[in-house]
């Protein structure tokens, strides 16, 4: 579980999420939408712990698995895939116990489970970026983690891909995992999660998703967006 508490989270003089409070209850399923620039990342990068609240704050419960935007620069890393999926050890095993059979097996699963057993000692760098973003799931899938937290993971992903990873969410979610994933795709978000946080830089709505997604919220957020697209700064508390 995950609770926010009048959390805001700036750049510099201006803010990109603004007192959002809510609840993230434990086995929820939540999509966190909104227009470009709502503050969707910037939110999960708070709740992962990865930025600092400018004010207010976040209470986590439980261990926390954090898939970040995926960038050009992930497949640099001098790593094989099976090594990728081992990286979801680390939270458990902690920096000194070495890796066990039983580490390699788990991993080995988790690449079969999404669709990359003929990858597992190829480096990352071989993968294309659908393949690269499997490779990621499987990171998670061995991480284990309470809570799941998502942002965009099925961007230049193709179909099939999107099914399959889906499907692993579907299992977390019947699994009781609580999972967090940013989304611009309404037909998937009203179809596979059924909470929903429209952000746009406030919580603007959030709760069941067909009660969040009308059409009345839509074009109130998009709205905002024309708002802080064309007024530069508008949070002088920070
Ligand atoms: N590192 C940064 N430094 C300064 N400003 C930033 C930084 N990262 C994001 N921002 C700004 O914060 C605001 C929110 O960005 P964020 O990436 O959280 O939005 P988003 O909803 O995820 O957008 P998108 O849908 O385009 O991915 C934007 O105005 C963005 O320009």
Same mark, same amino acid.
């Given at each position: 579980m995950i609770e926010i508490h009048h959390l805001t989270l700036c750049y510099r003089d201006r803010a990109a999420v603004h007192a959002v409070s809510g609840r993230f209850v434990k086995g929820s399923h939540t999509a966190v939408v909104g227009p470009n620039g709502a503050g969707k990342s910037t939110l999960l990068a708070a709740l992962?712990?990865?930025?600092?609240?400018?004010? &207010?704050?976040?209470?986590?419960?439980? %261990?926390? $698995?954090? #898939?970040?935007?995926?960038?050009?620069l992930d497949k640099?890393?001098?790593?094989?895939?099976?090594?990728?999926?081992?990286?979801?050890?680390?939270?458990?095993r902690g920096a000194w116990r070495g890796l066990s059979k039983d580490d390699c097996l788990r991993a080995d699963a988790a690449l079969e489970r999404v669709g990359l057993s003929d990858f597992i000692k190829s480096p990352i760098s071989n993968l294309s &970026?659908?393949?690269?973003?499997?490779? %990621?799931? $499987?990171? #998670?899938?061995?991480?284990?983690?309470?809570?799941?937290?998502l942002d965009e993971p099925f961007a230049n992903v193709d179909s099939a891909t999107i099914e399959n990873l889906l499907d692993v969410q579907d299992h977390w979610h019947q699994a009781g995992k609580t999972q967090i994933t940013v989304l611009h795709d309404m037909s998937q978000v009203r179809a596979h999660y059924p909470q929903t946080l429209l952000l746009a830089q406030s919580a603007l709505a959030w709760g069941e998703t067909a009660e969040v997604l009308t059409t009345e919220n839509l074009?109130?957020?998009?709205?905002?967006?024309?708002?802080?697209?064309n007024d530069a700064t508008w949070c002088q508390e920070c």
């Open positions: 992962a712990g990865v930025k600092q609240a400018d004010e &207010g704050h976040v209470h986590r419960h439980g %261990r926390i $698995a954090y #898939l970040a935007q995926l960038s050009t640099q890393f001098p790593l094989t895939v099976r090594e990728l999926a081992l990286a979801g050890t680390w939270q458990q &970026g659908g393949q690269l973003q499997r490779a %990621r799931f $499987a990171r #998670l899938i061995v991480e284990d983690a309470d809570v799941m937290l074009q109130e957020a998009n709205r905002r967006a024309q708002h802080w697209r």
